[in-house]
């Protein structure tokens, strides 16, 4: 079971911190990847997180305010997202790959890539 939480109603500039449970998927056999999808928008890979807990930014426009990590011990996976922008209004949601075993992340993230996806949460950004 994949649940993320975190989201809400924030204002430009602001920070959250998205929060994933990967119960059945332990993170030290299973990579992570965090996507998004703003209304009528397709969906954008962001970040991954490998098994060695080495995190990747793919997403340009975020670089430099979103961060991944994990906590291993809790099986969990985190977005950390500053200097939030109206752009950022999207649903986000983490993911599970079919293949264990990422010890790097690939250097393309593909959404193919990932077969097990929690249900989102949202992140609206407004004054």
């Known amino acids: 079971q994949i649940v993320e939480s975190g989201g809400g109603l924030v204002q430009p500039g602001g920070s959250l911190k998205l929060s994933c449970t990967t119960t059945g998927f332990r993170l030290n056999y299973y990579g992570i990847g965090w996507f998004r999808q703003a209304p009528g928008q397709e969906l954008e890979g962001i970040s991954c997180v490998s098994t060695r807990a080495e995190g990747t930014v793919y997403l340009d426009s975020v670089k430099g305010r979103f961060a991944t990590s994990r906590d291993i011990a809790q099986n969990m996976v985190y977005l950390d997202i500053h200097n939030l922008k109206p752009e950022d209004t999207a649903t986000y949601f983490c993911?599970?790959?079919?293949?264990?075993?990422?010890?790097?992340?690939?250097?393309?993230?593909?959404?193919?890539?990932?077969?097990?996806w929690g249900q989102g949460t949202q992140v609206a950004v407004s004054s």
């Open positions: 993911a599970v790959p079919a293949t264990t075993g990422w010890a790097l992340c690939p250097p393309v993230m593909k959404t193919s890539d990932y077969t097990s």
